[in-house]
Nanobody, 130 residues
Framework: QVQLVESGGGLVQAGGSLRLSCAASGRTFSSYAMGWFRQAPGKEREFVADIGRSGVMRGYSDSVKGRFTISRDNAKNTVYLQMNSLKPEDTAVYYC???????????????????????WGQGTQVTVSS
């Protein structure tokens, strides 16, 4: 089973930027779509962004669209989340996950299903101060 390790979180002021990274073990990284989720205290884990195997197909939640960009480097087994114009409401633990092979998504309704992802990382804390 793939191991995922997130990094890049931290404390930033509102309006600032951070880039999160998620490094994957194993030799099959390029065979899987990848997703980013986040979980704020007292709230459910919610979908943030997803990227297809080649990096062409991408999906975002409405709350981050236009501010966040997901990308991947298959040669480095890494998926990224560039976060710009950060807001205090973006404060959460951010997780990356691998989308199961049998699920092919192109809509938010599909992406936001947590059950279609597995191999979750341990998360990285992002805190945005006002």
């Amino acid at each position: 089973q793939v191991q995922l390790v997130e990094s890049g979180g931290g404390l930033v002021q509102a309006g600032g930027s951070l880039r999160l990274s998620c490094a994957a073990s194993g030799r099959t990284f390029s065979s899987y779509a990848m997703g980013w989720f986040r979980q704020a205290p007292g709230k459910e884990r919610e979908f943030v962004a997803d990227i297809g195997r080649s990096g062409v197909m991408r999906g975002y939640s409405d709350s981050v669209k236009g501010r966040f960009t997901i990308s991947r480097d298959n040669a480095k087994n890494t998926v990224y989340l560039q976060m710009n114009s950060l807001k205090p409401e973006d404060t959460a633990v951010y997780y990356c996950a691998q989308r199961k092979l049998e699920y092919h998504c192109s809509t938010y309704r599909c992406y936001q299903q947590r059950d279609i992802y597995n191999s979750w990382g341990q998360g990285t804390q992002v805190t945005v101060s006002s």
